[in-house]
């Protein structure tokens, strides 16, 4: 199993543009996350989905869609990039209620 | 609403030295708690867990014991290692099914532990 996979690595982006952040996991979990990770704030809930079809918003929402059309992906949409998106973000999923596998990251610049 | 208090970083400790790094959290019902691991460049891994009041989730020498007395959920290592040179993460889990088991972090520690 490949497990939890995100692409890309890092991006930069300048002011405006728009992109999607890839997620997919090869282990049919039902449950699927979006976090970014900024210094010294840990990690904030974007939007979360219970299953596909399912999406809800988590801590920090605005300026991000998602949608979960497969149970394998769920990717992350910035519809108009602000300098205040350059985070490091963080796809996760999970089959029961609580433990969580992660992606490695993509790390993310918005100029 | 629920919330995870970690000590700040970084901790910078001496190969073989007892490791502590302190959580406490704030949360209605009776939540899940976790530490998580993060290595250099890497994402997140799960390295222990306690789903219940006085539950030790040990793991890779790491310890910690879930006290809902003083709602904490302190992590532990008696000797830590070069390779344990990461940034930790302590995380509680209290929303019902429906809502995904969504994830609460602490702001993350860092240690880092020299030869």
């Known amino acids: 199993n490949a497990g939890v996979t995100q692409t890309p690595k890092f991006q930069v982006l300048k002011t405006g543009q728009s992109m999607t952040l890839q997620c997919a996991q090869d282990m049919n979990h039902e449950y699927m996350s979006w976090y970014r990770q900024d210094p010294g704030m840990g990690l904030r809930l974007i939007h979360y989905s219970v299953g596909a079809g399912i999406t809800d918003q988590g801590e920090v929402p605005n300026g991000y869609n998602v949608s979960r059309s497969t149970t394998e992906d769920f990717p992350l949409r910035l519809l108009s990039a602000a300098p205040s998106q350059t985070s490091v973000y963080f796809c996760?999923?999970?089959?029961?209620?609580?433990?969580?596998?992660f992606g490695p990251g993509t790390r993310l610049t918005v100029t | 609403g629920d919330s995870v208090t970690q000590m700040e970083g970084p901790v910078t400790l001496s190969e073989e030295a007892f490791l502590t790094i302190n959580c406490t959290y704030t949360a209605t019902g009776y939540p899940s708690l976790f530490w998580y691991v993060q290595y250099p460049g890497e994402g997140l891994q799960l390295l222990l867990k306690a789903t219940k009041a006085d539950d030790k989730g040990s793991n890779k020498g790491f310890e910690a014991t879930y006290r809902k007395e003083t709602t904490s959920f302190h992590l532990e290592k008696g000797s830590v290692q070069v390779s344990d040179s990461a940034v930790y993460f302590c995380?509680?889990?209290?929303?019902?099914?429906?809502?995904?088991?969504?994830?609460?972090f602490g702001q993350g520690t860092e240690l880092s532990v020299k030869p």
């Open positions: 995380a509680l889990s209290g929303a019902p099914r429906n809502q995904g088991g969504k994830l609460i």
């Open positions: 996760a999923s999970s089959r029961g209620l609580h433990e969580q596998y």
